[in-house]
């Protein structure tokens, strides 16, 4: 089960402490930040460009081959590790001052593209430790341990700093991540065969091509940032409302996918001029991804199969607010979903292991998709309650009965959302192939986000146009592409795709 390794490592700890490496900085940059920023009184529209952070892990698949032709997956992980903790050490020496918010922005965006960096070398790790079945028998520890450290960085931290001081929180944030790193350099396994080394890493990204590129990618990011925040296009999201909801990260997002259908379709011409070069191994990493049979029906696979759940998720929060029971929404997600969702996660990828992907499939995504039934009909049960909190501003108590209902619909929801979690991770796993494991996975988890961006900008529209009751149903039929792809899928019986 663990490939080349220590006999006593033992891989439900290092897969749990990895995984919650992986998830807090992302709670502390793409979460913590907002928060922290409008708490230092930062005007909403500079809170809004936040969500530039979350750039770097849309355009992570950009960087994915380097950390599998130079140096080793646990190289990586613990140098970007390290300088994370590192970087919010520094976050916590300048958030006491009010000059410093700008520094801490460009902080926060290079502590973007290390920990994009950091989960591309985590997921690569744990593909590189682990067999088949071992990956798919520690799913579970993965999910729970991510869910864990989103919850420890937008529930404890900021909790910290907003009762106590900045300094404190983003304090305590480097010691988490020094602590993981001193346990990673002492204990995570060395399971893996270095290519090329650092220094051979450290000529080519000094090299004035590449140099070349990173100051091109620099100015076309400045230059559509601008294009997208100018007054024209502010006048054409007036004009369209629907614009309003996409963001720099969703037009990249698209681009990424456009472009990977692109490759596609004239994958044999660009494989015979990539082949008929000696260097090309970050091309050969790209092509590799989409040089296969199948490939158009799973990228849409990718894609659409979180459909449904995003815009489902998208719209839980408004719809637990207007029925009037907002002050208990936290016990409701934290006390009931959390632990759904770590249990379904759990499951899932237990059964996956004992019964294979091909088998669990099914009865997984319809469990997942089911919920949005299940919301649809609570929707249309309480669309009095709705009715009666949008005419008036006092909110009607929706008695007992209807609040366990609505808690045991959030705790199923969230229990199939951990088992459908746990379907598509074990598929992007299965997708990697051996020379280009973190590569891949980072154009998985890319094209994953993307229904995800366009689903959440379009719900708030379908939402307030139908009602709950009608939307909860649209999200169940926009789901139903994905899972009709399940046919066009090649190889679910374990063998890599």
Partial sequence: ?????HKKTRPYIWSFTTYFAEGFPYSLIRTTSSFFFRDCGATLEAVGLTSLFGLPWI????????????????????????????????????????????????CFFGGAILAATHDTAIDGFYLEALDKAGQAKFLGYRVMAYRIALMTGSG?????????????????????????????????????????????????IFSFRFIAVLILISVLVFFLHTALTSTNFTDLTNRFPLLQGFSFSSFTGLVLLFSLFLAAGFRKKIKKLILGRSDTFYGKAFLSFVDREHITPII?????????????????????????????????????????????AMIGGALISRFSLKRMIWPFLLAQNGSNIMYMALAFHLDSFLAMNNV???????????????????????????????????????????????????????????????????????????????????????SIPGMILIFFIPKLDGEAV
Wanted: aromatic share 14%.
């Fill in 1 to 5: 089960m663990l490939l080349n390794s």
């Fill in 59 to 106: 355009l992570k698949f950009l960087w994915g081959p380097f950390l599998d032709e130079y140096g080793t997956k646990r190289k990586w992980l613990l140098l970007t590790q390290a300088t994370l903790s590192v970087l919010f050490l520094i976050v916590a020496l300048l958030a006491p001052f009010s000059w410093a918010t700008m520094a801490i922005g460009i």
């Fill in 156 to 204: 404890f931290i900021i909790t910290m700093g907003a009762a106590l001081n900045w300094f404190l929180a983003y304090l305590v944030s480097a010691l988490i991540l020094a602590s993981l790193f001193i346990f990673h350099f002492l204990y995570l396994p060395r399971c893996e065969t270095e290519k090329n080394s650092f220094q051979a890493f450290n000529r080519k």
């Fill in 300 to 344: 849409l696979f990718i894609i659409f199969i979180r459909t449904g759940e995003y815009m489902l998720s998208s719209m839980l929060a408004p719809f637990i607010i207007d029925l009037g029971i907002k002050i208990h929404y936290g016990w409701i997600c934290a006390g009931v979903g959390l632990p759904c969702s770590i249990i379904g």
């Fill in 392 to 478: 008036t501003n006092a909110t009607t108590d929706i008695g007992l009965k209807n609040l366990i209902t609505v808690a045991s619909v959030t705790g199923f929801d969230q229990l199939a959302g951990g088992l459908g979690t746990a379907v598509l991770m074990t598929f992007l796993m299965r997708i990697c192939r051996a020379k280009f494991k973190a590569a891949h996975y980072a154009i998985g988890t890319g094209l994953m986000s993307i229904s995800g961006l366009y689903g959440g900008a379009l719900s708030g529209f379908l939402a307030s146009w139908l009602g709950y009751g009608s939307f909860f149903g649209i999200s169940f039929l926009l």
